[in-house]
């Protein structure tokens, strides 16, 4: 407890705490829309699309800044949204097939560029590859506050469009019939869950950063059946995921925070699916339990009356 507490007087950990708790709690919300219009794999796809901008932004600069990493990460995923729309509309490819060929392509080519500049020879390229995994602890100051900063936009973005978002996840036909712009709005969306992802590849890393966005929204539904009460419980999940991970990371040797920040999500997951009141593996076997009881007991009352009536007659 003293290691926490020693952990927490330093101001580099509070700020890269603070910084990724903003993170978790954006993703958090912006997660749940994506989720309720089952664009899951959308989130996945970014992420993996992230890579390769971040390795081109590197290459053309020579040098590791964390506003050129997330143009660049911004413009890969831009492009990854618009090839995956593409190929939906122009072939008779379905949209979770042209996910996949995406995510494999920029991915791959993320991985290529990747290995060509560590092996330049170059000094600059050394900790390049926690952007896989992520490593909050590896974060600086300004670091700290772009990502915060952005985070706080995010979250302040989806509040003041709430309501537009949340017909967009249930009717999007009945918002196009009330003059909604609704193939604005899904852009819109798009733009920032490709924000939420190239802003959360220093702290959780491209390959994981998905698990961040569903993973407390999927926890959030098990508890509760109101929209907004969903997205508040995601952002909270999400954010106290980010603080353990990235109290871990540091207090354990420089752990990737990425990992651990999923891993803790993960463990709301486990949590809510044992034990939500209504939706939880528990509760679920307490009502067949109930039902089991409640009818052996009608078959115990109808086979009384039976013999009842039959000893009468």
Not at 121 to 126: A, F, L, R, T, Y
Not at 166 to 187: E, I, N, R, W
């Amino acid at each position: 407890m003293k290691e926490w507490l020693e952990l927490l007087r330093d101001p580099n950990v509070t700020w890269i705490l603070a910084a990724s708790m903003l993170l978790g709690l954006g993703s958090g919300i912006i997660g749940s829309f994506a989720y309720l219009r089952k664009q899951s794999l959308m989130g996945d796809a970014l992420a993996h699309a992230a890579l390769p901008g971040v390795c081109i932004a590197f290459m053309m600069s020579g040098v590791k800044s964390i506003p050129l990493f997330i143009m660049g990460a911004a413009i890969s995923g831009l492009i990854s949204t618009f090839g995956i729309g593409y190929i939906t509309r122009h072939s008779k490819i379905k949209q979770d097939s042209a996910l996949a060929i995406v995510l494999s392509a920029f991915f791959g080519l993320g991985i290529v560029l990747l290995t060509h500049i560590q092996h330049s020879g170059g000094g600059n390229q050394s900790g390049l590859d926690k952007f896989l995994f992520g490593q909050a602890a590896a974060m600086v100051y300004s670091d700290v506050i772009t990502m915060a900063v952005i985070s706080l936009l995010l979250v302040g973005a989806c509040t003041l469009m709430f309501k537009e978002f949340k017909l967009l996840s249930f009717d999007a036909h009945f918002a196009k019939g009330l003059g909604y712009p609704v193939a604005l709005l899904d852009q819109l969306m798009m733009f920032l869950i490709v924000v939420a992802v190239v802003v959360g590849i220093q702290a959780v890393g491209v390959v994981l950063m998905s698990a961040l966005l569903i993973t407390p929204a999927v926890s959030a539904r098990y508890w509760t059946e109101r929209l907004g009460i969903m997205v508040v419980l995601a952002g909270l999940f999400g954010a106290v995921s980010g603080m353990l991970g990235t109290l871990i990371s540091t207090a354990g040797n420089n752990l990737p925070s990425g990992p651990l920040s999923v891993l803790s999500a993960t463990l709301f997951f486990v949590v809510s699916i044992t034990l939500s009141p209504k939706r939880g593996l528990l509760a679920k076997v307490l009502a067949r339990s109930r039902a089991r009881k409640t009818l052996e007991l009608e078959r115990n009352q109808a086979s009384a009356q039976k013999r009842g009536a039959v000893h009468e007659y």
